[in-house]
């Protein structure tokens, strides 16, 4: 575990990004309560330790090279999944207020475990993005959202913007092709109150790609929005 730590740190360093002897303590242990729970649900497919040093921890974190997040900041991570990138975040910005939203329930007592164990604050919310987009205590309350390649960036924007307040920005982390993507969803971005501010290129230690898309809200998001689940997968915005 001892490469582990100096793999992650030695990359951070490289980005700019500092982690602590105790941060880098906090990320070993994410790993091997991912890799322990793994084995009873179904979390990542990714367990090895190099790919989940790179893959997830470190690539999460590139969100923190993509913005600049204010000390304090609201940020939801939307379909969190296994915790990425929000847990990391966390761990490297311990200041920031972070929400987890997920549909799954049995995810969410994974994620209750490493914010326990890690001594993380963390609200945890069991919702569908589309429902949480509703909820008064949700809608336009955060300064950022962000979520990790569940969907198309047209569908993405629908799920994610009505969560960030006017001013905020909804944080896409998206593959190789965000870039196509981000343009092709400009219309359903605008609709929404959105607007693309910027995409940043990153390409990971074993050569994949990834794109950030930073897109800054500039209004209110119309009532209307977000649909029906079913509506939003079906007739995604144009």
Same mark, same amino acid.
């Given at each position: 575990m001892e490469d582990i730590k100096r793999r992650l740190g030695e990359l951070c360093k490289a980005e700019g990004i500092s982690l602590s002897e105790k941060q880098l303590e906090q990320?070993?242990?994410y790993m091997e309560l991912l890799v322990e729970w793994n084995k009873k649900m179904n979390l990542t497919a990714i367990t090895d330790p190099e790919g989940? !040093?790179?893959?997830?921890?470190? /690539?999460s974190l590139l969100l923190l090279k993509a913005v600049e997040v204010p000390?304090?900041?609201? =940020? %939801?991570?939307?379909? !969190?999944?296994?915790g990425f990138p929000g847990i990391p975040v966390a761990i490297a910005r311990p200041d920031v207020q972070l929400t987890l939203l997920d549909s799954l329930n049995k995810r969410l007592v994974f994620l209750a475990e490493v914010c326990r164990e890690l001594g993380l604050q963390a609200d945890i919310r069991h919702a569908r993005a589309e429902e949480g987009g509703r909820?008064?205590? =949700?809608?336009e309350q955060f300064d950022f959202a962000t979520a990790r390649a569940v969907a198309g960036m047209n569908v993405l924007c629908e799920y994610c913007l009505p969560f960030v307040k006017t001013g905020g920005a909804f944080i896409a982390m998206k593959g190789p092709d965000g870039e196509e993507e981000s343009k092709q969803a400009a219309r359903a971005i605008g609709v929404l109150g959105g607007k693309t501010e #910027? =995409?940043?290129q990153? !390409? =990971? @230690? /074993?050569?994949?790609?990834?794109? %950030?898309?930073?897109?800054r809200k500039v209004r209110e998001t119309p009532d209307a929005y @977000?649909?029906?689940?079913?509506? %939003?997968? #079906?007739? @995604?915005l144009a």
């Open positions: 990320f070993q242990r989940v !040093t790179v893959k997830h921890f470190f /690539d000390e304090g900041a609201k =940020l %939801i991570d939307v379909g !969190t999944g296994a909820q008064k205590e =949700l809608r #910027k =995409l940043e990153f !390409t =990971l @230690p /074993d050569g994949s790609r990834r794109c %950030i898309a930073v897109v @977000p649909r029906h689940g079913s509506k %939003i997968s #079906k007739k @995604p």
